[in-house]
């Protein structure tokens, strides 16, 4: 499984990247399909973010042929992900939390998409997107997202426990004795 972290926050990425857990960013998608190839030759690593609409797809159709890469973004159902998959979109977004936020079961969706892809062996990878916590991060990674996305303060979190903090707290006070006893 892939992580990639969700921000357009420079200092940040090179923060969190020093962990080495990171294979990838993705920041918000403010970019239209028609400035797709000019995005395309930044760098031989970039990925163009493309909404799921009808114009989306076909913008996505013209680039995989073109062998640039995209990302359908805004997927919130299986038929939505088959037809990002079928029009040749390189990731497709699901997302998360805005699922959740409407009482939909978000994890049954990447489930499906997970099952969909691997039994029709499609090379269309999930980015679970919209992770607001940890718990979405445990739960995307039970249910086969191939990465996800996550902003820098959820990274954060996933180093953290308070049993960690207060175990780190008790080996430091416990060697400080020792260090008294035997001085
Ligand atoms: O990965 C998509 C993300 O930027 C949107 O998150 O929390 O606004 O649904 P959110």
Redesign the pocket.
């Known amino acids: 499984m892939k992580f990639f972290l ?1 921000t357009a926050d420079v200092s940040a990425i090179k923060t969190i990247n020093e962990l080495g857990v990171v294979d990838g960013v ?1 920041t ?1 998608p403010t970019i239209i399909s028609r400035e797709a190839r000019d995005i395309a030759k930044w760098a031989d690593n970039i990925v163009v973010k493309i909404p799921m609409t009808m114009e989306g797809l076909k913008a996505v159709n013209v680039l995989s042929k073109e062998n640039i890469k995209t990302n359908v973004t805004l997927i919130f159902t299986v038929s939505q992900g088959l037809m990002a998959i079928k029009a040749g979109a390189a990731f497709i ?1 699901p ?1 998360v ?2 699922l959740e936020d409407i009482g939909t079961d978000a994890y049954q969706l990447i489930s499906d998409l997970r099952e969909i892809i691997d039994f029709y062996g499609f090379d269309t990878e999930i980015i679970a ?2 992770i ?1 916590n940890t718990v979405h991060v445990e739960n995307v990674a039970k249910r086969g997202a191939h990465i996800a ?1 996550i902003p820098d303060a959820v990274f954060d979190k996933m180093t953290k426990h308070p049993l960690t903090t207060s175990g780190i707290k008790n080996f430091t006070k416990d060697w400080e004795t020792f260090k008294n006893k035997v001085e």
Request: charged fraction near 25%; glycine fraction near 10%.
């Open positions: 969700d993705t918000n977004s997302f939390g805005r997107a919209s607001r996305t």
